[in-house]
C-alpha cells in the first residue's frame, strides 16, 4: 500500500469566506437534492449495487452515491453519505471479504460524508487540506477529521488500482476534488452538476463563478467514460450538455447587463431605498437572462424554468464582479 503526496504549494488556506461555507452548509446539509435525480429506488436491501467497471461499484440510496473499489489488497471508498449509513458494509460484503483501506472525502458536506463513521476506524481517510479546515470547524463525529492531507494533488495505490485525486479550484466548495480511476476510466465529481439535470441551485452553490465555469473543461480533460456524480452517474455526453448550458447562461447573462437600462428598470422604485432599487434593478436583468436561457433549454434538463433564475443573478452577480 502506498500513498504518494506531491504538494507543488500550500492552498488556500481554510479561513475563506465564513459567510459562503455558512450559506452553503445551510443549503445542503438540510435540503435533499435528489428532486432533480432520476429515481434510483433502492430495493429491499436498502441500496442499490451496480458495478460500473472491473472491480468499480457504485452504491447508491435516495439518490445519492458511494462509490468504492476492490484491488485484491484492500477497498476504497469514496463518500459515505449518511442515506446508506451502515449498508455501506452490506454492500462492500456482497462483492468481496477484503477490508476497507481508504476513505476519500469529495468534499466536506455531511450530506456526502456523514456516514464515514461506520468504517472500520483504522481507515484512512484522504482529503484536501481545505476539506480538512472545514470539518475541524464542524468538529462532527459523523465526520472523523481526515488523516492523509494533500494540497493541489495525491495518487492512491492499492493493489491493482490507482486513483488519482485533484483539486482545481471551488466548483462547488472550497476542497472539492476530481477523483479519478485511470484503468476503469471513471471520474468522480460531486455535486457539479447531477446527469440528465441543471446544476442545483445557485449554481451548485458554488463560491467562485470563474472556478465553476473552468470546472467543465477541467472533467473533459480527463479520460473517461463513466461520470459518477454525488447524484446520478452520466457520460461525457452529459458533461457537454451541461457545458453549454452553462455557456449559454454566461451569454445571457451578459446579455441582461449590457441591454437592461438602470433607470428605465428603477422608475418606480422609491429611490431613497437603496435596496430596493438594486434589487429592481437585479430583478429586471435577471427576468431578461431567465427568458432567454429557459426559451433555449425548455424540455433539455429538469430543473430548467425553476432554478434558472437563481442561476441567471448568481452569473451577473459574478459577470459584474468576479
Ligand atoms: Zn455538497
Given at each position: 500500500m502506498r500513498l504518494n503526496l506531491s504538494i507543488n504549494k500550500a492552498c488556500k488556506n481554510g479561513l475563506f469566506v465564513a459567510s459562503i461555507f455558512l450559506i452553503c452548509i445551510s443549503v445542503v446539509d438540510f435540503t435533499n437534492q435528489n428532486n432533480i435525480?432520476?429515481?434510483q429506488a433502492p430495493d429491499e436491501k436498502g441500496y442499490e449495487l451496480r458495478e460500473i467497471g472491473g472491480g468499480a461499484y457504485v452504491v447508491s440510496n435516495t439518490g445519492y452515491n458511494s462509490m468504492f473499489l476492490v484491488t485484491g489488497e484492500g477497498v476504497i471508498v469514496v463518500d459515505a453519505p449518511p442515506s446508506i449509513g451502515v449498508k455501506i458494509n452490506d454492500a462492500i460484503a456482497e462483492v468481496t471479504n477484503e477490508p476497507v483501506k481508504f476513505l476519500v472525502y469529495s468534499h466536506a458536506h455531511k450530506d456526502h460524508i456523514g456516514g464515514a463513521n461506520v468504517l472500520p476506524?483504522?481507515?484512512?481517510i484522504v482529503a484536501q487540506r481545505d476539506t480538512l479546515g472545514f470539518l475541524k470547524m464542524a468538529n462532527d463525529t459523523d465526520r472523523p477529521l481526515p488523516t492523509q492531507i494533500f494540497d493541489n494533488e495525491t495518487t492512491i495505490s492499492l493493489g491493482n488500482a490507482?486513483?488519482?485525486?485533484f483539486y482545481g479550484g471551488p466548483y462547488h466548495q472550497n476542497g472539492n476534488i476530481f477523483i479519478y480511476s485511470p484503468q476503469h476510466?471513471?471520474?468522480m465529481v460531486v455535486d457539479q452538476f447531477s446527469p440528465g439535470g441543471?446544476?442545483?441551485k445557485h449554481l451548485a452553490t458554488t463560491p467562485h463563478v470563474p472556478s465553476?465555469?473552468?470546472s467543465y473543461d477541467q472533467v473533459l480533460n480527463y479520460d473517461f467514460d463513466t461520470y459518477v456524480s454525488g447524484h446520478g452517474i452520466g457520460t461525457k455526453d452529459d458533461v457537454i450538455l451541461e457545458k453549454q448550458y452553462v455557456s449559454?447562461?454566461?451569454?445571457n447573462a451578459r446579455f441582461a447587463i449590457s441591454n437592461v437600462n438602470f433607470t428605465e428598470a428603477t422608475k418606480n422604485t422609491d429611490k431613497s431605498n437603496n435596496a430596493a432599487v438594486t434589487e429592481a434593478y437585479f430583478?429586471?436583468?435577471t427576468d431578461v437572462c431567465a427568458d432567454r436561457t429557459n426559451g433555449n433549454w425548455k424540455d433539455k434538463l429538469q430543473g430548467v424554468g425553476v432554478w434558472t433564475d437563481e442561476h441567471c443573478e448568481k452569473m451577473i452577480i459574478s459577470l459584474r464582479n468576479d
Amino acid at each position: 500500500m502506498r500513498l504518494n503526496l506531491s504538494i507543488n504549494k500550500a492552498c488556500k488556506n481554510g479561513l475563506f469566506v465564513a459567510s459562503i461555507f455558512l450559506i452553503c452548509i445551510s443549503v445542503v446539509d438540510f435540503t435533499n437534492q435528489n428532486n432533480i435525480i432520476r429515481a434510483q429506488a433502492p430495493d429491499e436491501k436498502g441500496y442499490e449495487l451496480r458495478e460500473i467497471g472491473g472491480g468499480a461499484y457504485v452504491v447508491s440510496n435516495t439518490g445519492y452515491n458511494s462509490m468504492f473499489l476492490v484491488t485484491g489488497e484492500g477497498v476504497i471508498v469514496v463518500d459515505a453519505p449518511p442515506s446508506i449509513g451502515v449498508k455501506i458494509n452490506d454492500a462492500i460484503a456482497e462483492v468481496t471479504n477484503e477490508p476497507v483501506k481508504f476513505l476519500v472525502y469529495s468534499h466536506a458536506h455531511k450530506d456526502h460524508i456523514g456516514g464515514a463513521n461506520v468504517l472500520p476506524v483504522e481507515t484512512e481517510i484522504v482529503a484536501q487540506r481545505d476539506t480538512l479546515g472545514f470539518l475541524k470547524m464542524a468538529n462532527d463525529t459523523d465526520r472523523p477529521l481526515p488523516t492523509q492531507i494533500f494540497d493541489n494533488e495525491t495518487t492512491i495505490s492499492l493493489g491493482n488500482a490507482t486513483l488519482q485525486l485533484f483539486y482545481g479550484g471551488p466548483y462547488h466548495q472550497n476542497g472539492n476534488i476530481f477523483i479519478y480511476s485511470p484503468q476503469h476510466k471513471i471520474l468522480m465529481v460531486v455535486d457539479q452538476f447531477s446527469p440528465g439535470g441543471m446544476p442545483w441551485k445557485h449554481l451548485a452553490t458554488t463560491p467562485h463563478v470563474p472556478s465553476y465555469i473552468q470546472s467543465y473543461d477541467q472533467v473533459l480533460n480527463y479520460d473517461f467514460d463513466t461520470y459518477v456524480s454525488g447524484h446520478g452517474i452520466g457520460t461525457k455526453d452529459d458533461v457537454i450538455l451541461e457545458k453549454q448550458y452553462v455557456s449559454d447562461l454566461k451569454n445571457n447573462a451578459r446579455f441582461a447587463i449590457s441591454n437592461v437600462n438602470f433607470t428605465e428598470a428603477t422608475k418606480n422604485t422609491d429611490k431613497s431605498n437603496n435596496a430596493a432599487v438594486t434589487e429592481a434593478y437585479f430583478n429586471a436583468m435577471t427576468d431578461v437572462c431567465a427568458d432567454r436561457t429557459n426559451g433555449n433549454w425548455k424540455d433539455k434538463l429538469q430543473g430548467v424554468g425553476v432554478w434558472t433564475d437563481e442561476h441567471c443573478e448568481k452569473m451577473i452577480i459574478s459577470l459584474r464582479n468576479d
